[in-house]
């Protein structure tokens, strides 16, 4: 079992910077792997990024390539989302979640999610 809970959201004007942080229980955190979804008014969950539990690799939305980095600390239990050059179509809840596997990016296969933190980036 694993506990997520995300902070760090904000309003932030475009081309601003906001950082995600997820914390998470368990003594098991190294071994999944974490992601980031996004999920705006009226829109789907969204994959944005994600990293691995063996070898530190992540993989990203193209859209927030080259302004979005994810990184994780497991030694306190923490992954991180720093968002850069943020852009109005960012602006969505943003969650957390885990998986016991390789990396995914659909939401249907992550097991565990924090309970959302919203961005909101005006023009």
């Known amino acids: 079992q694993v506990h997520l809970v995300e902070s760090g959201g904000g309003l932030v004007q475009a081309g601003g910077s906001l950082r995600l942080s997820c914390a998470a229980s368990g003594r098991t955190f190294s071994t999944y792997t974490m992601g980031w979804f996004r999920q705006a008014p009226g829109k789907e969950r969204e994959f944005v990024a994600a990293?691995?539990?063996?070898?530190?690799?992540?993989y990203k939305l193209d859209s927030v390539k080259g302004r979005f980095t994810i990184s994780r600390d497991n030694a306190k239990n923490t992954v991180t989302l720093q968002m850069n050059s943020l852009r109005p179509e960012d602006t969505a809840v943003y969650y957390c979640?885990?998986?016991?596997?390789?990396?995914?990016?659909?939401?249907?296969?992550?097991?565990?999610w924090g309970q959302g933190t919203q961005v909101t980036v005006s023009s």
């Open positions: 979640a885990a998986r016991w596997g390789v990396v995914a990016d659909t939401a249907n296969e992550y097991d565990y």
């Open positions: 990293i691995s539990s063996s070898n530190g690799r992540t």
